[in-house]
């Protein structure tokens, strides 16, 4: 008996030091990573494994601003009609409130949009993290057939003829409207798609009464129960691949298994990453519903409880969960010094 204490004792000892590493050596990764973090990240009051979002990114203006149009611009689609604003909606959380978007041939695309606010953040871009820059990343919604359904060869010429952004491009770019101008300008301006100052961010920066108690309980169960182990740093995920379904096989539960639930299968071919995803950012999770990869879930709060049954193998209180949710809409930041809203018409 005394004996098994023991032995419960060191693997809880480990299991708490393995938590304790993946929170302490976060922060060090993400300042030691690719992302340039100015200072007003580092100057964080709090010492927590989640760090507010900086209030300013610094960017070429003229840069932001061309790839701004571009990015509202359908002609950027094969038939003309689907820019990247169609399914990455600014004025709403970045996505478009459906749990599949509408495809160029009018039909559910194969998996949820996720938003674009602070994709600048994420290790990799889509679920199954296929792209290591927001330029690949780019450049593949331009080509899916699905999305802007485009080749190069039809794309330059359109725009070259386009007064607006050929005079632009020049004044920008020495060699013009070519491949590389093109994916950089989108890239610059979705660098810029960040959504600082949410409540809980200025509460991280030592306003206590920026979230009320309720919230800060949420706060606190989101890493007792260990939420915080995948959801965590900058965007409150972005940074982590995992398998979903870890303690119980979601895929079977709901059924009809697609390609797109393969998640990073589909991009190594390697079994162990079969149903692999990487972890979504909780940055305005309270206004991108629907959720999860498939787009199945409406509500947050039952979010949070099928996360509590399939990654953490618990069920948790009622009490909780409303709480965990509370917690979660702290982090519901700005755009352009206006909070982001969900889009109610299409719910
Ligand atoms: C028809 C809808 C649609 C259009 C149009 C579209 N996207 Fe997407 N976008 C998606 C979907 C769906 C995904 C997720 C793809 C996946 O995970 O395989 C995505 C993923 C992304 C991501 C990765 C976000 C993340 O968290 O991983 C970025 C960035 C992005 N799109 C930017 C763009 C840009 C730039 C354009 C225009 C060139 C564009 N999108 C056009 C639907 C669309
Ligand atoms: C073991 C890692 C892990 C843990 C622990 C975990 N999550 Fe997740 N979470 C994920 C993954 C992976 C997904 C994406 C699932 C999918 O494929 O759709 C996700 C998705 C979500 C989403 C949906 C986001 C969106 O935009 O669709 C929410 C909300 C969420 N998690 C909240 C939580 C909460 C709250 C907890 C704690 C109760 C938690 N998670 C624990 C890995 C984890």
């Known amino acids: 008996m005394s004996v098994c204490i023991i032995i419960n004792g060191i693997l809880y000892m480990l299991m708490r030091l393995t938590y304790l590493f993946i929170v302490l050596t976060f922060p060090l990764l993400v300042f030691s990573g690719g992302i340039s973090s100015p200072a007003s990240t580092t100057n964080h009051y709090k010492n927590e494994p989640i760090l507010p979002i900086p209030l300013t990114i610094s960017l070429d203006a003229r840069k932001v601003k061309l790839g701004e149009r571009l990015f509202n611009d359908p002609q950027l689609s094969h038939n003309n009609l689907l820019a990247c604003s169609n399914c990455h909606q600014l004025l709403l959380g970045g996505d478009d409130g459906l749990a599949r978007s509408i495809t160029n041939q009018g039909k559910p695309d194969l998996i949820n949009a996720p938003t674009v606010f602070n994709s600048v953040y994420n290790f990799r871009q889509t679920w199954r993290g296929a792209f290591r820059t927001l330029e ?63 409540r809980f961010d200025q509460y991280l920066r030592g306003d206590e009464s920026a979230i009320t108690n309720d919230e800060k309980k949420g706060y606190l169960y989101f890493k007792q129960y260990g939420c915080i182990a995948c959801h965590q740093g900058v965007n409150v995920g972005g940074n982590l691949f995992q398998k979903f379904g870890l303690f119980a096989d979601y895929f079977s539960v709901r059924g009809n298994i697609k390609k797109a639930d393969y998640g990073r299968f589909n991009v190594t ?58 917690f979660l809409n702290t982090l519901t930041g700005e755009y352009k010094g206006q909070s982001l809203f969900m889009k109610e018409a299409l719910r």
Not at 172 to 193: C, D
Not at 278 to 300: E, M
Not at 309 to 321: C, F, K, R
């Open 269 to 326: 071919g390697e079994e162990k990453d079969r149903f692999v995803f990487r972890v979504p950012s909780l940055r305005n999770v309270g206004v991108t519903a629907p959720y999860l990869h498939d787009g199945s879930l409406d509500s947050l709060r039952k979010t949070i409880e099928f996360m509590a049954i399939y990654q953490l193998g618990t069920t948790l209180p009622d009490e909780h969960v409303i709480k965990l949710e509370l």
């Open 136 to 198: 690949l990343q780019a450049e593949a919604d331009l080509k899916n057939p699905r999305h802007g359904a485009t080749t190069w060869d039809e794309l330059l010429p359109k725009l070259i003829a386009n007064v607006y952004y050929k005079k632009t491009f020049h004044s920008i770019y020495p060699e013009g409207i070519t491949r590389k101008t093109v994916l950089n300008a989108i890239a610059t301006f979705e660098k810029s798609l960040i959504t600082p100052n949410s």
